[in-house]
């Protein structure tokens, strides 16, 4: 809760609260997709962005 940021992007410089969302940020600048749709071969930098994706291939909706 105190707003820092220790961990910095070596590209860029931003800041981030943990390695991990640095590690997801990184994707940004390397374009690793490594987040892969089984049913259409579709890559996502992010296990969000996969899970959300993956909402075109049914019929049920979260809401």
Do not use: W
């Amino acid at each position: 809760h105190t707003g820092e940021k220790p961990f910095k992007c070596s590209q860029c410089g931003r800041g981030f609260v943990s390695a991990g969302v640095l590690k997801a940020h990184i994707r940004t600048h390397t374009g690793l997709k490594a987040f892969k749709c089984l049913i259409c071969n579709g890559a996502f930098t992010t296990g969000g962005s996969l899970r959300r994706h993956m909402g075109i291939h049914n019929d049920l909706r979260p809401y």
